[in-house]
C-alpha cells in the first residue's frame, strides 16, 4: 500500500510539473531583456549609403560598405551572406550589438545586419543562413572575437525557425562542441547564449541531447548554474535548460539523461542555492529540477 502511495504522489508531482513546465515554455525568451544586456542595436547610420560609381577599388572598405549597404537597403539578403567570409578591414562599424565587439571586418558587419534583420523576421532570413552553417561554426570555433560573438547572436535567432535539415547539419558539425567551451567564459552574455542555443538545439530531441551529453554538456551547464545562482532571471532560464536535458518531447523523464546528469554532481550544485527571497516561479521551477533528479528511486 505504501509503494502504491509514493508511486501515486511521484506520478502526481510529475503531472504538475508537466503542466507548470508547459507553461514556462510559452515564456517568450527575449535576448534584449538579458541581465546585464543592453538593447542588440546601438545606433545605425546611413553616411555609407554613397554610390559606388565613384569607387574604383573592389576590395576597398568604401566600396564594400557602400555595396553592403546597397544590399540591405534592397534586401538583398543571398548577397550578403556571400560577404560574409570577406576578411577586409573595416573602421568604426555603425551598427553593433551593446555587448559584443564591434564588426571588424566586412564579413562581420554583414553578419550584424543579418543579426537585425534575423530578429525581426526570421523566417525570411533562415534559408540564407542555412546555406552558411559551416562558415558560421568556423567563426565560432576560430573566428576574432567580433566574428564569434556576432554569429553566436545570429545563430540564436536562427535555431529558433530552424528545419529539422539544418539542425541535422548543425549536430553533423558538431556545434555542441564549438558551444560548451564557452559556457564558462569571463563574459556573462556569451556565456548564456550559448548555453540558450544549446537548449533549443536538444529541446525534444533524443539525438541531440545525446550528443550535447557526450560534450559534457550536463557538466558545464551545472557548473554554469553554480556560477549564476545569484542571478534570478538566469538562473531561472538555466534550470528550464536542465529540465529539457532531462525530458523528452512529451516532457516525460528521460531515465538515461537523468543518470548521466546526476553523474555532474548537480545534487551539491542544487542543494547550495540560496533559496532566500527567492520568488515563487524560480522556486517552482528548482522543484521541478529536483523532481526529475528524484525520479528514479535509486538516487536520492
Known sequence: MGCCQDREERESGHFQRKKQRRLILKRDYDLDNMKDQETMIIKEHSDLSMSTENITEPDDEKYLRAQLEGYKSDKKWSEIVKMISNRTEITEAKIYISWAEKPKTVGSLAIAYLCK???????????????????????????????????????????????????????????FKALVRWFLCSKPELRHISADICDKIYRGRKEAQEAFLNEQGAVKLVQLIAWSSDQDEVLFDLLGYLIDLMQDANEDPLMENIRRVHESMVWDIIRNIDTTEKSQELMEQLDAVIRLLSYDEGFS
Open 117 to 175: 534583420e534575423c530578429k525581426s523576421d526570421p523566417k525570411v532570413i533562415a534559408p540564407y543562413i542555412e546555406e552558411v552553417l559551416p562558415t558560421l561554426l568556423t567563426s565560432i570555433k576560430m573566428g576574432t572575437d567580433d566574428l564569434r560573438e556576432n554569429s553566436l547572436l545570429l545563430l540564436f535567432y536562427f535555431v529558433d525557425v530552424a528545419s529539422e535539415e539544418a539542425i541535422s547539419k548543425l549536430l553533423k558539425l558538431s556545434i
